[in-house]
């Protein structure tokens, strides 16, 4: 691999698994690779994993005490299997041995590293390692495959003399190699020079001080969006209604409650974005009235009256210098159809319409699976982690971008 394609990992928070495979050795080599190139790398041991290294070696090349497999009262009272999931920005599973691919595979959550991959909403990318007949088994082979339809990344493995004496496909990549490729996937350079606005999260509708209309969006999708975007060296703006997450580093994020707010919030910056993201999920109404006291349940029955709130989306978009306007389309049946008349009432380049309404993809889930509708296209991006998914996705924005500016 060049030189030239080892981006930073500055800033990223690495969470590093490693099961037990006898290329465990090389991951102290590993984790001095990560801290290199500017990542903060903290340790989970797989059990058994310690016969193969020594976590005092980890502990010293990665400055932190490294988690072993046991989920003990005293280890959850610390950086628990939660506060780890969270923490992570990639989780990194090197070496993957055939025995832990399967046990991802199953979603299996039996010791600390992998309830860890369980919990994490972060991308997860294995490196393989094992036998070169154990990776070529029909069942490993399956297991990788369905790993990679859910979005997970493979590193390797490579080919060639192997710990057994054999020879063949099976072997760990090497650190430097496990290290770069890592930092490919978090950056890319299609969308450098371009600011991108992205609005993300419910919008809560005030009845009262205490009570108000809103949805079930957790902002999830709209934050790895913002994410990739900044992975891909935009500069980005992120307005968020209210969510539990924490804005993506590099972004600039704008807070706010109501539809009403996120409408002031996108058209004060509008002007200067070359790309208008629309993810949130915006109430359509408002009550009328907001009542400045709690509402007392006094009344048998009670009306409340609603009113149009603004469409944020379509406003941009009618702009006369409107930017490059990317819609989301929430349908529970006839996707297609209703986003792309979305395509044309709201003037739009392109609709991301996602089917919700099931329990598996769109609010508040971890996954999503969307068509990307143009005038002409459809580009299908099947199930998988909505890190994943956003990547996916703004690769396919700055094409589409990227040819919409050739054209003028
Ligand atoms: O946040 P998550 O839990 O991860 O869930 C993600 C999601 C399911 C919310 C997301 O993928 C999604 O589909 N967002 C759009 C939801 C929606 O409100 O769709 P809509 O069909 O009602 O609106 C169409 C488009 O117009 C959307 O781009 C919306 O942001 C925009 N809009 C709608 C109303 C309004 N007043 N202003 C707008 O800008």
Redesign the pocket.
Known sequence: MADEDIKSLTSKRVLLGVSAGIAAYKTPDLVRRLAELGADVRVILSKNSEQFVAPLALQAVSGHAVHNHAMTAESESGMGHIDLARWADVVLIAPATANFIARLCQGAADELLTTVCVATAAPLVIAPAMNQQMWQNQATQDNVATLIQRGVRMLGPDSGEQACGEVGPGRMMQPEDIAAGLSQSFEHSSLTGTSVMI????TWEALDPVRGLT??????????IAQAAVEAGASVTLVSGP?NLEAPQGTQCVDVIS?LQ??AAVMADIDRQDIFI???????YRPQLEELKKIKKNAEKVSIGLIR????????ARLPKAPFC??????THDVEQ?ARA?LKA?KLQL??A?H?GGDET????AD?A?SLISSDSVTELPKQN?HALARALIVEIAQHYQASNNNL
């Open positions: 609005t993300a999260g419910p949805n079930h969006s957790s902002g999830l999708m709209g934050y790895a969510t539809a996120m409408h629309a993810v949130a999920a915006v109430a359509d709130n603004p469409d944020i989306l379509a406003e941009v990317v819609g989301f389309a929430a349908e209703y979305k709201k609709v991301a996602n919700v769109g609010f508040g889930v999503n969307i909505k």
